[in-house]
């Protein structure tokens, strides 16, 4: 089934050298329960397109269809509440232990245990973010981004600040937790040893989304 769909998107940022064009023209679909990895240079215009599926953003032309529904720029809203979000940094809430970071997105304690075992990070509820490591971190992310059952997960470099080890478990969660909970990833990363994991990949040349 067509999750999200982007058609003939445009953006542009405007600075006082003028306007620069990031996407131009872009189509893009996901699937339901589909796994998509984005790749390409650092400035090449990912965390943009992102932003753009996150609904943080909104393109300057194209249209953008969620369940093959309009979103128009008022009703971002609507997009933004199926989703799950994940960043390079935590932006974890460091006065507030890792249960009541997760809370601010779900109200039943029994999700959040539900989630938080799944994950295997129980032992860890009670502690706050800087007594964890990165890679503990990032985990509590990707369970704060799924504990509110998003139907699509966007996750723009979410490895970038983890060794091997943590990298490759975090990923491996994300496409994991796509298949236990029916959900739909879009990662962006420049490590291209995650390719293969994934259905589909991308990378964004010269404005353009190429299929890889
Ligand atoms: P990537 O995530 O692939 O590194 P980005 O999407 O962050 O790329 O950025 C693409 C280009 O757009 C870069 O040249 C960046 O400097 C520029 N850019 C990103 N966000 C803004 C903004 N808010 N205002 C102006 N330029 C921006
Ligand atoms: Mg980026």
Wanted: glycine content about 4%.
């Amino acid at each position: 089934m067509n999750l999200l769909n982007l058609k003939k998107i445009s953006k542009a940022y405007t600075s006082n050298i003028g306007e620069f064009k990031i996407l131009d023209n872009v189509n893009l679909s996901l699937q339901n329960k589909e796994n998509i990895f984005l790749f390409g240079p650092s400035g090449c215009g990912k965390s943009t397109l992102l932003n753009i599926l996150a609904g943080l953003d909104y393109p300057d032309d194209g249209e953008m269809y969620f369940q093959n529904q309009i979103i128009k720029k008022k009703s971002l809203e609507l997009l933004q509440k199926e989703l799950g979000i994940i960043f390079q940094d935590h932006y974890l809430i460091s006065e507030l232990n890792i249960f009541d970071n997760i809370k601010l997105k779900c109200n039943s304690h029994e999700e959040i245990n539900v989630i938080l075992k799944y994950f295997e990070l129980l032992d860890l509820k009670n502690k706050f973010p800087n007594q964890l490591s990165n890679g503990q971190k990032q985990r509590v992310c990707v369970a704060r981004a799924l504990v509110s059952q998003p139907k699509i997960l966007i996750a723009d470099e979410p490895t970038s600040y983890l060794d091997r080890e943590n990298a490759d478990l975090v990923i491996n969660l994300i496409l994991m937790a796509s298949k236990k909970f029916d959900i739909s990833t879009v990662v962006a990363s420049h490590d291209m040893s995650f390719q293969s994991k994934f259905d589909k990949s991308y990378t964004i040349d010269n404005k353009n989304l190429i299929l890889c």
